[in-house]
């Protein structure tokens, strides 16, 4: 099998795995406990969050343990906007047309509970403009929140210059903007300094670094004012109740901390076989479109569009091949609608370019070797199906 579906999923690394271990047996007590037994694990999470904010770098006590990256997405959205809602007032919220479902259902949701959202478009690279933005930016504005990657077509976005562009209105205009990314997508292949950055809270999960899934972190500001999503015990600085799954905070802190030792040389690598497939494949398939930012985009991931093509015969042909590839998120595959993300970058041939795209996003364990064999297998597909 050659698996080209990371952005979905990664396989835990082998190192995470055997720090994890003893957690799920040896030392299994809760670490809310006050004998010794249970201090270890207090202990083994503490130090987990103050590997996790030396990559961050931030203070350990800004960062946030959480069950996945669609619950960090919640809180930040919902706990900013509830703690910013003032009575006789419709406080102001901000996002891209291209967010993740986490992101774009919960401000679905605060416009049926009162809200104002401004959705903002995006260029046929999948960016934002800064000028949109700030033409967005009113009085009431409360809350923005823009990935910092796309997980469909792996546009990077400009988060540091859009958080630079939100703490001068919050000077110039004496507003307390606050600014949310989703950087599941990037972890592992971008930058995650958050003061470099300019955000206030961010996003990360464990499945997409080589970590457990069931695991995220939520980064909060120190100042930042929250409301928790889940009530209840005193964990988490008594802001996420629910007693610690010791064991994926254990994999996602040493996942995290492999993924920063290894992000610059693994994303050389991966730009190489990214490049390698997109070129090969566009010369040997006539009328082949690449989705998405040609330059600034994840090293690993590869959106394209095949003309006359639908998408998921090509995947089930794929398939059968033995190479694992998707249509766009993991979490909307059961849908029948063409990919939001594509349809908003306004393709030209609209909903039928959508319906003929497929993601492939590459991870550690592909090689040259596979690229070369996908040059063979994915042409002939398409020239059949087409036929």
Known sequence: MIYLDHAAATPVDPKVLKVMLPYFSEKFANPSSIYQFALQNRQAIDASRKTVAKILNCKPDEIYFTGSGTESNNWAIFGCAEANRKPNEQPHLITSIIEHHSVLNPFEELERRGFKVTYLPVNELGHISLENLTKAITKQTVFVSIAYANNEIGSIEN????????????????????????????????????????????????????????????????????????????QEHR??????????????????????????????????????????????????????????????????????????????????????????????????????????????SGENIANSSIRMTLGRENTAEDIKKLLKIIPPIVEELRA
Request: hydrophobic residues 40%; proline residues 4%.
């Open 239 to 348: 802001q996420r109740a629910g007693t610690e799954n010791v064991p994926n905070i254990i994999g996602f802190a040493e996942a995290l901390k492999i993924a920063e030792e290894m992000r610059e040389q693994e994303s050389k690598r991966l730009t190489k076989l990214r490049d390698e497939l997109i070129i090969g494949l566009q010369k040997a398939i006539p009328e082949t479109t690449l989705n998405g930012d040609p330059e600034n985009r994840l090293p690993n991931n590869i959106n394209l569009s095949f003309k006359n093509i639908d998408a998921e015969s090509l995947l089930v042909r794929l398939d059968m091949a033995g190479v694992s590839a998707s249509a766009g998120s993991a979490c909307t595959s059961g849908a029948l609608e063409p990919s939001h993300v594509l349809m908003a970058i306004s393709l030209k």
């Open 159 to 234: 988060i540091a210059e859009i958080g630079k562009l939100i703490k001068e209105s919050n000077s110039k205009n004496n507003t307390k903007i606050v600014f949310h990314t989703d950087a599941c997508q990037a972890a592992g292949a971008l930058p995650l300094n958050v003061k470099e950055l300019n955000v206030d809270l961010m996003t990360c999960n464990g499945g997409k670094i080589y970590g457990p899934k069931g695991i995220g972190i939520l980064y909060i500001r120190d100042g930042i004012k929250i409301v928790p999503l889940l009530y209840g015990g005193g």
